[in-house]
């Protein structure tokens, strides 16, 4: 494998180190996620920028590089013998990775806090949940503290001072590394004085001991079907009361554990009569500084789920992972989605850091007999599983449960193995034992196609693309024998499938060679040298559909609305042009010029040829391009200069002449956005406008929509952004504090200034709070 570099600039990669290192598979939640091959590799890059890997094994890899000015790029990717990858080094800002700083109500630094973090840390674990220790650390003299290297996928930070303030903060999404404005993921934890939560447990019975233990739970989300991250804090119920004392400011959902069966009543979710059966509706209570809330909780007798796993031979297995899952059955999330008898794994999505809602995802681990017990469950139906690491994997859907029964379950596992393999393209892959009906597995995988299926027993089985609609019978791809203790690798790539599609391109010199053809959710295909390509399937498409064609520079969207049969295959003809733009790019001064084009269009003259865009396309100092062998119709052409200048244009294809694209004169204008105690305000929403309509501009921009232009930023952690390219002259500004939701701005602030050629503005925006 070549991975190919290239610096900032142009510059030459050589003697650039390149990191190639095995990552883990692909695998379902819970299961082991540890990388057993353990591949380390570094190579130099030589003079054309190449570093070269030999005799690379298929799987999962992790590629990075980085100079010595900071200029960096990572990827991850599946190998499957491609011969060349490619790293654009982006300078960054510094790789500091989670920065947390402290400070009380008035904005002032808290030194030398405890600070903990529970959350998922992307395509990586999750920390402070499911018996993961969190991460801690303590602020230094200065109220900051850093976790190093810690990309967070979503998180919940608390922190406490000596005196017993406290407060917490959540974390979402990690902050995108390449950029030019450096982002050090930094988060803020105002403390305070924490709160009190008591209530009352109403309807105990009579002779209940009291044992309980009430937690209330700081969480990323309280739904109980999304990904949920956070830390708990408890107290225990005395008589008929419970009090949590501790608890920073913040909306904390509750939750309930009895060793003697009682469960609190949760309503279902939803609203009566559309409530949802087989559901619970978490209870959250905000807590303020100081004060005291009172919850009361209705409490009832619950079910319980007690059960043994062992192996074939009778011995008990000890640390067994059982999970339960307490879900409406509905597709509208994944915990609900159940499909051919089976709930689908969606490997799709990052599941190595993937944690629930400790409400409805309870967890246990088997003692030292192999037994396991959890009591005070609703009643309904729960899915149960259990996973112990090179066994075989054991679910159960449906389970049910009543009130004040013991539902009682035996797992009898064996020495398991896995198949792991490639379907490229997205959609439904399960596998099951032949001669079986129902799935073992199935999931949802990724566009690379990925997919790694743990804990299958020993013997014959099958790999099957499956259909979301349950009436149409899956379709054999592979048949693979499972053996203990060993990993069967599977190319479905070259699998037969039973429906095929043929298509013809041409244009009007002969066929088109060499494109790139992509048919639905397949992957891609080069055009042979009579312009054919051809696409197996599981399953037939639903026509009208779509198809993407790359021709050179060029994607182009293709609706396919009319096909032939010819015994057995579907054929179509699709017919291109072969015309050329041109375009001129010049300076403010009319000289030539370097840019970057992006040019689109939805209005093609072509049959069945919608829509075509470009990704960005270099014109060189000589300030002239060609693009060649395009459909006839009206294109839009947007070109960026040096100064960040942006000008659009409309050329008409054919045509004789270029399109001239000429810079304005710009300048820069800086903003350093602040609250009133002068804090740097991160993603404050900043739009500039300017007039660019016939004659004279209005003297307020606010009230008219025609005829005007703008240009829209955000800032980073430190409460700046830059925007190049502005044209000289008045410009409208209007900076708003961070969106608050879809439907709701902030306070905003609006200015008025006058921007001078090559000028570089900074100005200083304060924003009062509402």
Same mark, same amino acid.
């Given at each position: ?649 409309? /050329?008409?294809?054919?045509?004789? %002449?270029?399109?001239? @694209? &000429?810079?304005? !004169? #710009? $300048?820069? +204008? =800086?903003?350093? *956005? ?38 829209? /930023?955000?800032?980073?952690?430190? %409460?700046?952004?830059? @925007? &190049?390219?502005? !044209? #000289? $002259?008045? +410009? =409208?500004?209007? *900076? ?35």
């Amino acid at each position: 494998m070549t991975v190919r570099v290239q610096r900032p600039g142009g510059a030459s990669a050589e003697g650039v180190e390149v990191l190639l290192e095995s990552s883990p598979v692909n695998a379902p939640p819970s299961f082991d996620f540890t990388d057993r091959r353990g591949i380390t590799l570094r190579m130099p890059c030589d003079a054309d920028g190449l570093a070269i890997f030999e005799e690379v094994s298929f799987g999962n890899y992790r590629v990075s590089a980085r100079d010595g000015d900071g200029a960096a790029d990572a990827q991850e990717f599946v190998f499957t013998g491609e011969t060349e990858r490619s790293l654009d080094l982006v300078k960054t800002g510094p790789d500091d990775g989670l920065v947390v700083r402290v400070q009380d109500a008035q904005g002032a630094a808290v030194p030398f806090a405890e600070v903990r973090v529970a959350g998922g840390i992307t395509r990586t674990k999750v920390v402070g949940m499911r018996g993961e220790p969190s991460l801690e650390s303590r602020c230094d003299g200065e109220g900051r503290v850093t976790f190093p290297g810690v990309d967070l996928r979503e998180a919940v930070v608390h922190a406490e001072s000596s005196d017993g303030r406290r407060g917490w903060a959540i974390v979402r999404g990690a902050a995108s590394r390449r950029s030019e404005e450096p982002d050090y993921r930094e988060v803020t934890v105002t403390l305070e004085t924490p709160g009190v939560l008591e209530g009352r447990l109403l309807g105990r019975p009579e002779g209940w001991p009291g044992t309980g233990r009430v937690k209330a739970w700081a969480l990323t989300r309280s739904h109980p079907h999304h990904s949920s991250f956070g830390l708990s804090f408890e107290g225990r119920a005395e008589g008929d009361r419970y009090s949590i004392e501790g608890l920073g400011p913040g909306q904390y959902s509750l939750t309930f554990e009895d060793t003697h069966g009682l469960r609190v009543d949760y309503p279902n979710m939803g609203t009566p009569p559309h409530s949802m059966p087989n559901s619970l509706a978490p209870i959250d209570v905000t807590i303020e500084a100081g004060r005291t809330t009172v919850q009361n909780l209705t409490v009832v007798r619950g079910a319980t789920l007690a059960g043994v796993v062992r192996t074939a031979a009778g011995a008990p297995i000890a640390g067994a992972l059982v999970k339960t899952t307490y879900t409406p059955m509905t597709g509208n999330f994944p915990d609900g989605f159940v499909l051919h008898g089976v709930n689908v794994w969606r490997l799709d999505s990052d599941s190595r850091s993937l944690a629930k809602h400790p409400l409805t995802h309870r967890e246990t681990r088997t003692d030292e007999e192999g037994q396991y017990r959890i009591e005070g469950l609703p009643d309904g139906k729960l899915r149960v599983e259990v996973i112990v690491a090179g066994m075989s994997y054991d679910r159960r859907e449906a389970v049910e449960l009543s009130t004040a029964e013991v539902q009682e379950l035996e797992h009898v596992l064996v020495r398991a193995g896995a198949i792991e393999g490639l379907e490229p393209g997205g959609g439904y892959l399960g596998v099951r034992r032949k001669g079986q009906s129902v799935p073992e597995h199935l999931a949802i995988l990724p566009q690379a196609g990925d997919f790694y299926f743990p804990g299958l027993a020993p013997g014959d089985h099958e790999v099957l693309r499956y259909h979301s609609v349950r009436s149409i019978p899956p379709v054999l791809l592979a048949e693979v024998e499972v053996r203990a203790g060993e990993t069967a690798w599977v190319d479905l790539r070259t699998a037969t499938r039973p429906i095929r599609y043929e298509l013809r391109l041409t244009h009007p010199y002969g066929p088109m060679v060499g494109a790139n053809v992509r048919l639905g959710d397949s992957g891609w295909r080069k055009t042979d040298a009579l312009g054919r390509v051809a696409f197996e399937r599981a399953f037939p498409l639903r026509l009208p559909t779509w198809a993407n064609v790359m021709r050179g520079p060029v994607n182009y969207q293709v609706r396919l609305a009319d096909l032939t049969e010819d015994r057995g295959v579907s054929k179509g003809e699709l017919f291109f042009g072969d015309e050329t733009l041109g375009v001129r790019t010049l300076d403010a001064r009319g000289a030539a010029s370097a840019a970057s084009l992006v040019i689109s269009s939805n209005t093609l003259e072509g049959e069945s040829v919608t829509s075509a865009r470009t990704k960005a396309l270099d014109v060189g100092p000589e300030g002239t391009l060609d693009l060649e062998h395009l459909v006839p119709g009206s294109y839009d052409v947007i070109a960026t200069f040096p100064s960040g200048a942006e000008v659009a244009g409309v /050329a008409k294809v054919p045509s004789a %002449g270029r399109l001239e @694209l &000429r810079e304005y !004169p #710009a $300048g820069q +204008l =800086s903003l350093l *956005v602040t609250d009133a105690s002068a804090r740097p305000l991160k993603e404050a929403q900043v739009h500039v406008a300017w007039w660019s309509g016939e004659g004279a501009a209005p003297l307020d921009l606010s009230t008219v929509s025609a005829g005007k232009s703008s240009r829209r /930023a955000e800032t980073d952690a430190e %409460g700046r952004a830059t @925007l &190049r390219g502005l !044209p #000289a $002259g008045r +410009l =409208s500004i209007r *900076v708003g504090a961070k969106r608050l939701s879809w439907a709701r701005q902030g306070p905003t602030v609006e200015r008025s200034v006058e921007l001078n050629v090559d000028e570089e503005m900074h100005l200083a925006v304060t924003i009062e709070e509402e």
